[in-house]
Structure formats: C-alpha cells, structure tokens
T-cell receptor, first 110, second 111 residues
Framework: KNEVEQSPQNLTAQEGEFITINCSYSVGISALHWLQQHPGGGIVSLFMLSSGKKKHGRLIATINIQEKHSSLHITASHPRDSAVYICAVNGMNRDDKIIFGKGTRLHILP | NAGVTQTPKFRVLKTGQSMTLLCAQDMNHEYMYWYRQDPGMGLRLIHYSVGEGTTAKGEVPDGYNVSRLKKQNFLLGLESAAPSQTSVYFC??????????FGPGTRLTVT
C-alpha cells in the first residue's frame, strides 16, 4: 500500500464546477504539499501546509492531521486548471525524504 | 533569483552512451534531489544530497551516479544509458522549512 494515496486518479468536469481532490497518508508528517503539473510542463508548488486551511485565488487546501487527510478544492473551475495535481508529504525529520502521491489528472471541459 | 535550473532540457541518447544532467540552484539550499517521472509511476527519487560533498541513494538509484562538489550544483550521470532510463528527470532543492522547489525538467529518450 502506498504511503500517500490520492483520489480520484482521473477527473473530468465541466467549466465552472467545484472540484475536490483528496489525499490520504499513512505516515507522520511535518508538512503536506500540493503541486501542479501542466501537460509537458514543470512542477509548481501550490501549497505547503501543516494544519488548517490555505487559500490562493480559486484554490483552497485543507488538512486534517488527526485523520491524515488533505483536500484540494478548485472553485469556478476553468480549462486552464487542467493539469496533474500531486500530493506530497514531508516526514517528521528534516532529513526525511518527500513521499509523493501518483497524482490526479484533472481535465476541465469548456 | 533563477531558482532551480536544469540543463539540458531535452536529449536523445543511443543505448550505451553516457551523459550528465546538471542541476543548479541559487537559493543556498542544503538539500538537493534527483527524481524521475514515468507515466503511472509518479515521482521516484533516484539520489539525493543533504549538503555539499554528500550523496545518498534513493528509491531507484541503479544505473545512475551523482556528485555534489559545489553546494549549488547537483550532477546526475548515466554511464551507459538504457532504454529503461527514458523518462523525464526533475531536480529539486529544499530549504530548511521543508518547501521543495523543482527545476523545469529534462526529457531524456534512450533509443
């Protein structure tokens, strides 16, 4: 079983829909990251969080440490949001490597 | 700041050829990483470094070597390329508060 699981693996939605991508992890963490990768593109960090909730524009990330679960929400989705979204976690120690989920491929139809 | 840069961006190699991928960061980060990304596999750690002069194996180190002679540079070498090493390679560096910054990637094809 992977230490970081994302769901769904693939998601297609209409423009304007509210999108939720989930991430569950099984290890103790010091921080969780949400990353975005456009087709053929590089990897961009969207959020790093260790508790609560963060918001940036139409993107919202939440984390529940007790339940070992995080969600990434996109409000008023747009075709330019089409990308792979990757959840990743830092272990408890500074030297711990980052563990990545396999990503969620999001496709927003116009 | 340029952040994390990688050279080259694209490369095609024949089986058995060698090459070196260069990763450079100008953020004075201690930690640097090399990942490969393959369809359906996610990002997998090849090698990493926790400081100048140090390197360590990650999840998939076979067929690769690395060096960190200068703090700002992390080199990934393929001594004898194989088709199984066709992939997109990402370098990353990390600051002390766990934020990881990625390079733009190198797309390598081994024929």
């Amino acid at each position: 079983k992977n230490e970081v699981e994302q769901s769904p693996q693939n998601l297609t939605a209409q423009e304007g829909e509210f999108i939720t991508i989930n991430c569950s992890y099984s290890v103790g963490i010091s921080a969780l990251h949400w990353l975005q990768q456009h087709p053929g593109g590089g990897i961009v960090s969207l959020f790093m969080l260790s508790s609560g909730k963060k918001k940036h524009g139409r993107l919202i990330a939440t984390i529940n440490i007790q339940e070992k679960h995080s969600s990434l929400h996109i409000t008023a989705s747009h075709p330019r949001d089409s990308a792979v979204y990757i959840c990743a976690v830092n272990g408890m120690n500074r030297d711990d490597k980052i563990i990545f989920g396999k990503g969620t491929r999001l496709h927003i139809l116009p | 700041n340029a952040g994390v840069t990688q050279t080259p961006k694209f490369r095609v190699l024949k089986t058995g050829q060698s090459m070196t991928l260069l990763c450079a960061q100008d953020m004075n980060h201690e930690y640097m990483y090399w990942y490969r990304q393959d369809p359906g596999m996610g990002l997998r750690l090849i090698h990493y470094s926790v400081g100048e002069g140090t390197t360590a194996k990650g999840e998939v180190p076979d067929g690769y070597n690395v060096s960190r002679l200068k703090k700002q540079n992390f080199l990934l070498g393929l001594e004898s390329a194989a088709p199984s090493q066709t992939s997109v390679y990402f370098c990353a560096s990390k600051d002390r508060i766990y934020e990881q910054y990625f390079g733009p990637g190198t797309r390598l094809t081994v024929t």
